[in-house]
């Protein structure tokens, strides 16, 4: 049951849509980061970039064989040996990763359709305290070139509304001009910064 209705342009149309270091660099995926989850990998646009910067292992689950073929091709010509791709469907099963494992999810372009609640409560379960979610979201524009499918882009208000409903603290909201935006959750209550360890 995909979660997105976005009919993915091609894949370098899609990537020239995205300045990823300075997704990164924003959303705080950095070499401090060890073990990350991506739902919905895609391409691997994000995949492999955060593979070469994070200092554990990413793993990066999607349930079209297709994404799944194209991100191992990539993890093999870039030579990564930090990537798990997983085949799977994480709205049908979850993400079938530990609980308290992960210290960052990406869901990054997988949250304009339904069960959002049920991804944001599987992303927070997984987490360790003080981890991050870090999201990637269209901003709507009709110019976006590629003709993205979506029926919605969510707006950063509901998007609080399902990442509050967990328990999870909003951190940051930025722009990811011309097309995205970015918003940042952790794990943890922030009014108790001090004891945070990362
Ligand atoms: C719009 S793409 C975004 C890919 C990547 N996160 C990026 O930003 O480049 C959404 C991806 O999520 C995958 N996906 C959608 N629903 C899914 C589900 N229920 N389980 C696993 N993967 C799913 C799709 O196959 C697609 O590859």
Known sequence: ?????????????????????????????????????????????????????????IHAIDSDPEMIRVTSEAVKKHQLENVEVIQRDFVLSGSGMKNLSMDYVMLFNVLNAENQNALFKDAKRV???????GVVIWNGDPETPGALEMEAAPSPEQCRIWARAVGLSFELKCELKPYFYGMLFVKGNTLKWKDRQI
């Open 1 to 57: 049951m995909a979660v997105s209705n976005i009919g993915m342009p091609d894949q370098a149309t899609w990537e020239n849509l995205f300045d990823i270091k300075k997704v990164f660099a924003t959303l705080k995926l950095n070499g401090r980061i060890q073990e990350v989850v991506e739902f919905g990998c895609g391409y691997g646009t994000f995949t492999i970039s955060a593979a070469e910067i994070i200092s554990g292992t």
């Open 127 to 133: 987490l360790k305290k003080w981890g991050y979610i």
